[in-house]
């Protein structure tokens, strides 16, 4: 079979033998032409069976009968498209390494072939295929990563691809050899031209050139080993591929939608004689048939039309179709995505599955549609799809997904290489460098939203988040840092809100007015005395590892309120259904805003009188922001100014120095992916010291009773924040100045929301328990004083006197002011101490 | 081009051809036979310039029949047909053999699915381009603008009807149309001829087309019911394909062809490669779907829809009466609450003007309570018809818990098919939809349910509908008007705007059709107005702004941003295109009243 090799594959090549064909020489120099039908075979039935199967237009429809040419027929169609010997991929099957073996001797390197007799030209170009031979040689042979140049190693004497062939030889296992692109181009420009633009024929040298090395230095070696290009120059936009890329190699990024099963795709074809049981040789598949033998080629038999295919004898190869669609960021707006047809073959095939973003590197063809499959005429249209070379999965490009690192390293390592991917991340490292990102950051944080500043670089802390620790004990620190803003209406609460909500990768935003922890689903409820209708729905679980942003917070139900106790210290809600309670995850952060019971915010009250919320749960919130409407005419100017111009002038308020929305969302994803940042030593040294003093502060000389400032939770929080702070530059390490920041950040919150008004100092007694220190102070002090007063006027078992006159003698005796509330509650307490009894409106000494 | 020497109408692909030959002709001359036709890739050679001086310069637009569901089997293939629909679907670009050599000519395959003479095999031959936009009649559009451009009457029609229609037709002697076709009668040029060219590809398509198929009507609201709905495969040329958006209304002049080989499926297909490399197009058979090869096309806007186009300058004096008019018709129909009335007027004539960031400049929705299921059957249904009767396209959509749980609003790609399904929300630039809240009672709302909630939200605040794309979802930007009937303030859909419905009297209003005309050209014109405005009133409503601000301390960038809104649409409602304060203080008066009823 061999022998017969060569001959066959010049006898269906001897139509191609008339003044136009395109390699006129392959005839006068046999061994080339088996050489490269050879190849092609190889080519054939691993890589890309439609390389012959379905060459560009000629559908089988097409195919003539009377013997002209398919090979001519293909050539003219297209005019410039070179002609792929396809047909003699029908005959010859000449098993490659004896082939190999055969051509070992007589050629020593690239310039052997070129001594070969007259040039042979690729058709309808001036590419010699002489000289490709010696390029494609000389770029295997010679190419040396410039990367490895400084290195002295023995093994490093041989080039880059040498190696790789060395090692596809070692372990028997590989059966492509990747080739850089990059590394073509490098090392020969001219080559790398040809590849892009000739890619069948430029490739098939390749698998030639490649077997012939190998065949010299292993003889033995059967298998094929198949040339993989990947990481071309220039990749392609999907919606941007047009017809003068038909047959050239393009390199598309884009997601997998689906794909096909595996299909297995008849390579060789082999058949028994039904009547006296003899084989035939293997038959190849050309173009998707195969034809049967008619006459059993056994000498003594003969018998006609008795052969039949034996299926387990046959060959087969796997084929799959992948549908290949533009990503979102590549979609022009008012546009839907563009999808392609991808062909994979043996290795490839499920290489990718639906979801994955990849990056393929393929030769672009087309087809033409048949209209049915006995007729000749041929439809206008084509189908196009892409012959897949090489697949490379860039999931990196992924910014903005879960925190979760689900790819494996070996993947992410690869997928670094990804020069886009890692461009953009570049940009963003670049932006973390500048010594004012912080500022920037902030800036960029709702720019449509004045003043607020320390607002906002708590809220960037927020969407930047807090390292968690799981210790091994079990015990669980959130890293999730929550935020409640609590002012006047119309202070852009919930524009800051909505802002978050979009910025954030899971955000839920939520009115506390329907808002249920659980459950995916909703109530509709229905307000029975004024017709609203109110939507509660389970935001909690829906926002895991995100922002939930619940708006008017205050009138959030009692129920669902106790709910976001475990959710803000446990990160996980519980529910119960069916008798089963599940715990679900709800890592998220809460960014709540409430609103002051009396439509505004009275500053003599303190924060917990004035939004009706229970201190348990406000002491969970890390940051607490009072946002106050200041009634400051130059405020109001500004937003007066900006909603003229964003309503007249073409509202190009695009303020210098600020990130984009995308870009913004992929700072922050990133941060929170990649950077997990320690406390340095410097950095714990001072969170202790600033806590210290912090606690200290509420020892005020001057005042008898000890004012809480600062509690355990304070701390962890400060850890936190200052977490956040260092993510926000890229930094691995917490230092100094972000715990100095966080001391900065959480100080300023408190002041606004822990400032006990009767004092003026920070008073954490104030959310931890509702009443501030003074207060507590003032109610004992109140207590003794009536102790005292119905020690003195009150006889043991006396006449009960009334509340009224037991008023007037406080306001008598004392400077304070005291309210008929505050005595029933200090009654309250000498009642349980047991020295009083009241009844109604009156009491007794008891 | 000297006079049309084709019948466009009846052959336009024999127009086509011939201006291809002759410019063949001329570039082979100028090039010296060196592959003359490269230069026609993507670039027209004059064959749309014939069409569109015809169309639009000798008024051949009245001649060339509208391709609907009802004649979808009488027009014959290879003519021309117009198509006003939505591009509901890009469905990417097609390869095709745009030019061959047919011995020692160039012959061109453009705007059309088949090579009109066979094509020799092996032959040179050019690759082109074309996009595939899957389009359909506009959701939710109104009956009057069908009657806005009506093609040719019958009597017209008759010129491209099959061949025992035509035998009347040559009695009926003198039709322009004959006219034009008998200038040409050396050409290929009539219909009569066609046929016979044709012969091998195409039989006789009205036979083949059972009388079933024709019978889909256009009908305002059931195009979301899949299947019922009537499309068209558009084919355009030479263009860049980001010049068409998704869901934008257009009209579409160009060939019809019908290929029933191409529907014929394949069965016998021995090669499994042309079955899992599937088509699109495949799923919309030609004899359902039909393809359009377009020749010219443009994209509509309300204005185009109005019957006829008065040439009327919009003058402010003019705009006012009509204003007037309107405005009491409204406050008819709103049961004489003459401040729903002046609201609902700021709310038809509102539309989105810029978008920034996250904020939307220019949108009004409005929010109507106090209604209840009966006076929504009374008022909701006179209020809808008017719509209906001045807006292109309106939906009124019944919002309750069972709806909200089954409906599909979100469009959604079917990756298996490769194609958009569409959904309520896919809608034009410019619909109105009214949503009825009175139905809502409380309930659960399971998952789609809260999904669905969630886009109508999104909707209403940023004019933004996600499209899922499986894999990930896509926002794409819409100007939808929106309209809810409700009993108390809307939560779930929060409008821009709240007004306390107030009716004192129930009349039964009937506007004649010149009033609603004037009024629809009345809409359509003002919220096409440019709005300019002098720097000096910026400065007057800042001030105006600040004191209000002063006087009170609630309102804030919403209020403000929804007062100038209102402001610029009442100032334009009186055909002024520059604000003034007179129009600010309007508004100001309007917000005072409506505070008082919010009490």
């Not at chain 1, 892009?196 to 390749?206: N, S």
């Not at chain 1, 461009?423 to 912080?438: Q, R």
Request: aromatic share 6%; hydrophobic share 35%.
């Amino acid at each position: 079979m061999a022998s017969n090799g060569g001959g066959n594959s010049n006898s269906p090549y001897s139509p191609d033998v008339r003044p136009s064909s395109p390699l006129p020489a392959t005839n006068s120099s046999p061994p080339q032409s088996a050489r490269r039908a050879g190849g092609r075979l190889r080519r054939g039935p691993t890589s890309s069976p439609s390389l012959g199967g379905f060459e560009t237009p000629p559908p089988p429809g097409r195919r003539i009968p009377s013997g002209a040419g398919a090979g001519r027929q293909r050539q003219n169609w297209t005019g410039r498209f070179p002609p792929t010997p396809s047909t003699p991929m029908s005959t010859d099957d000449v098993p490659p390494s004896s082939e190999a073996g055969e051509e070992d001797t007589p050629e020593t390197d690239g310039g052997g072939v070129g001594a070969d007799a007259t040039p042979v030209f690729v058709w309808g170009t001036n590419i010699s295929v002489q000289d490709v031979n010696a390029a494609i040689l000389r770029f295997l042979r010679h190419f040396r990563d410039p990367r490895d140049a400084g290195r002295v190693d023995p093994v490093m004497d041989e080039g880059k691809y040498m190696r790789a062939i060395h090692r596809i030889l070692e372990l028997e296992g590989g059966e492509s050899l990747d080739v850089d692109a990059h590394d073509v181009f490098d090392h020969d420009p001219d080559l790398y031209g040809k590849m892009v633009r000739y890619p069948l024929e430029v490739l098939a040298i390749f698998d030639i050139v490649l077997m012939d090395l190998v065949a010299r230095m292993e003889p033995l070696f059967e298998k094929h080993i198949q040339t993989r290009i990947y990481n071309l120059k220039s990749s392609i936009c999907l919606r941007n591929l047009n017809p003068s890329d038909i047959e050239k190699m393009v390199s598309i990024k884009g997601m997998i939608i689906r794909g096909s099963s595996v299909i297995p795709e008849l390579k060789e074809a082999v058949f028994r004689c039904l009547v006296c049981g003899f084989y035939s040789e293997p038959v190849m598949v050309d173009r998707g048939r195969v034809t049967e033998p008619h006459i059993c080629q056994k000498e003594q038999c003969k018998a006609s039309n008795s052969m039949t295919l034996v299926h387990n004898r046959c060959r087969f190869a796997d084929k799959q179709i992948i549908k290949l669609q533009e990503t979102p960021d590549e979609i022009p707006e008012g546009g839907t995505p563009h999808t392609v047809s991808v062909l994979m073959h043996d290795k490839l095939v499920d290489a990718g599955k639906p979801g994955d973003r990849v990056e393929i590197t393929g030769i672009y063809r087309a087809m033409s549609i048949r209209i049915g499959p006995s007729q000749r005429t041929v439809k206008s249209i084509f189908k196009t799809y892409i012959d897949c070379l090489h697949i490379k999965k860039t999931d990196k490009s992924r910014l903005h997904i879960e925190d979760s690192m689900d790819t494996d390293n070996t993947n992410a390592s690869k997928s670094s290489e990804d020069s886009h991917v890692t461009d953009k991340i570049d940009k963003l490292k670049e932006l973390s460098k500048l010594p004012d990102i912080y500022d920037r950051l902030t800036r960029s944080l709702a720019p449509n939203i004045w003043e607020l500043d320390d607002v906002k670089r708590g809220l960037l802390c927020q969407l930047f988040g807090g390292n968690a620790l799981r210790l091994p004990s079990g015990a669980n620190f959130r890293g999730d840092i929550n935020i409640l803003l609590v002012g006047d209406p119309g202070t852009s609460k919930s524009q800051l809100l909505q802002y978050m909500h979009k910025l954030s990768p899971r955000g839920i935003y939520t009115s506390g007015r329907g808002s249920s922890a659980v459950g995916l689903t909703a109530y509709v409820a229905k307000d029975p005395e004024t017709g609203e209708t109110v939507l509660e729905s389970g935001a909690l679980v829906l926002s895991d590892k995100g922002v939930c942003c619940i708006d008017e917070f205050d009138k959030m139900s009692d129920n669902a309120r106790s709910m976001l106790h475990e959710v803000m210290e446990q990160q996980t809600v519980s529910i119960a259904k069916a008798g089963i309670i599940a715990s679900l995850n709800a890592r998220t952060s809460v960014l709540a805003c409430a609103n002051p019971s009396e439509s505004r915010y009275n500053p003599r009250l303190s924060v917990i009188d004035n939004i009706h919320l229970p201190p348990t749960l406000l002491s969970r919130f890390d940051l607490i922001y009072l946002i106050l409407d200041k009634a400051d005419e130059q405020t109001d100017r500004r937003l007066a100014k900006h909603i003229v111009s964003l309503h007249f002038e073409n509202p190009e308020v695009v303020e210098h120095q600020v990130l984009d929305l995308p870009t913004l969302v992929a700072y922050i994803s990133y941060a929170r992916k990649f950077i997990q940042p320690k406390l340095s030593d410097e950095a714990a040294e001072e969170l202790t010291r600033g806590y210290v003093e912090m606690r200290k502060r509420g020892n005020n000389p001057g005042s008898r009773k000890k004012v809480i400032t600062a509690t355990a939770r304070q701390i962890e929080s400060l850890i936190r924040l200052s977490e956040a702070l260092a993510r926000m530059r890229f930094s691995e390490v917490v230092g100094v100045r972000d715990v100095a920041e966080a001391f900065r950040l959480l100080e300023v919150a408190m002041q606004q929301s822990a400032t006990d008004h009767a004092t003026g100092t920070i008073d954490m007694d104030l959310i931890m328990t509702g009443v501030s220190a003074s207060e507590r102070q003032r109610r004992d002090n109140l207590v003794s004083a009536i102790r005292d007063l119905v020690m003195e006027k009150m006889q043991l078992g006396g006449p009960s006197m009334r509340m009224a006159e037991l008023l007037e003698e406080v306001r008598k005796q004392s400077s304070m002011e005291v309210h008929q509330h505050d005595l029933r509650v200090a009654l309250g307490t000498l009642q349980s101490e047991g020295s009083v009894f009241v009844h109604g409106d009156s009491f007794k000494r008891t | 081009m000297v006079g049309p020497q084709y019948d466009l109408v009846g052959n336009p692909l024999g127009a086509v051809r011939a201006t291809f030959e002759r410019a063949a002709a001329a570039a082979a001359a100028e090039s010296g036979g060196r592959d003359p036709v490269a230069a026609f890739r993507s670039k027209d050679w004059g064959a749309s310039e014939v069409f569109r001086s015809f169309l639009f310069e000798q008024g051949g637009l009245d001649k060339v029949p509208v391709l609907d569901a009802s004649n979808l089997g009488l027009i014959k293939p290879n003519t021309l047909v117009r198509f006003r629909g939505m591009v509901q679907d890009m469905l990417g670009n097609e390869f095709y053999a745009g030019a061959f050599k047919d011995g020692a000519t160039w012959r061109t395959n453009k705007f059309t699915d088949f090579s009109p003479f066979s094509m020799p095999h092996p032959c040179d031959s050019h690759l082109w381009e074309r996009h595939l936009f899957h389009c359909v009649p506009v959701p939710g559009q109104n009956s009057w603008t069908l009657d806005s451009s009506p093609g040719p009457d019958l009597r017209q029609m008759v010129n491209c009807l099959s061949p025992e229609q035509r035998e009347k037709r040559k009695r009926d002697g003198d039709d322009d149309a004959m006219d034009v076709s008998e200038n040409g009668n050396g050409e290929s040029s009539s219909c009569s001829k066609k046929p016979k060219e044709d012969d091998v590809q195409i039989p006789s398509s009205s036979a083949e087309m059972p009388a079933s198929e024709n019978m889909p009507q256009m009908n305002g609201n059931d195009h979301h019911i899949p299947g019922s709905s009537f499309s068209c495969l558009v084919k355009i040329y030479d263009m860049p394909e980001s010049q068409v958006k998704l869901n934008d209304v257009a009209e579409f002049i160009g060939v019809y062809t019908f290929d029933p080989e191409l529907a014929a499926p394949n069965d016998n297909s021995d090669d499994i490669m042309y079955d899992l490399i599937e088509d699109v197009t495949a799923q919309l058979p030609p004899s359902k779907v039909p393809r359009l090869h377009c020749l010219v096309w443009r994209k509509l806007s309300s204005v185009d829809f109005l019957a006829k186009h008065p040439a009327v300058e919009p003058l402010p004096s003019l705009l006012k009466g009509i204003r007037q008019s309107l405005l009491s018709h409204l406050t008819l129909v709103l049961g004489k609450d003459d401040l729903a009335a002046n609201c609902l007027l700021l709310h038809l004539l509102s539309r989105l003007r810029t978008r920034v960031d996250v904020v939307t400049v220019g949108r009004l929705s409005l929010n109507f309570t106090g209604f209840n299921r009966e006076s929504v059957s009374i008022f909701g249904k006179q209020l809808n018809t008017l719509i209906q009767g001045l807006m292109p396209y309106s939906q009124a959509i019944p919002l309750s818990i069972e709806y909200l749980n089954t409906a599909t609003l979100q469009p959604r790609k079917d990756n298996k098919s490769g194609r958009l399904v569409t959904a309520i929300l896919q809608l034009p630039q410019g619909t109105h939809l009214t949503f009825d809240e009175t139905l809502l009672q409380s309930g659960s709302l399971a998952s789609k349910g809260v999904e669905n909630t969630v886009l109508l939200k999104n909707l209403m605040e940023s004019q933004m509908v996600e499209y899922d794309f499986e894999y990930y979802k896509l926002e794409m930007a819409t100007d939808v008007q929106l309209l809810t009937l409700s009993e108390g303030k809307s939560n779930i859909l929060p409008s821009d705007l709240v007004v306390p419905f107030r009716p004192s009297t129930v009349s039964e209003v009937n506007a004649t059709s010149e009033e609603l005309e004037s009024w629809r050209w009345y809409l359509a014109t003002v919220r096409s107005l440019p709005q300019s405005s002098e720097p000096e009133i910026y400065q007057t409503i800042q001030d105006e702004m600040v004191s209000a601000m002063r006087n009170d301390r609630s309102l804030g960038c919403t209020e403000l941003s929804r007062w100038l809104t209102m402001a610029q649409i009442t100032a334009s409602s009186f055909g002024e295109k520059s604000l003034s304060l007179e129009h600010w203080q309007m508004v100001k008066e309007l917000e005072r009243l409506r505070k008082e009823r919010m009490q």
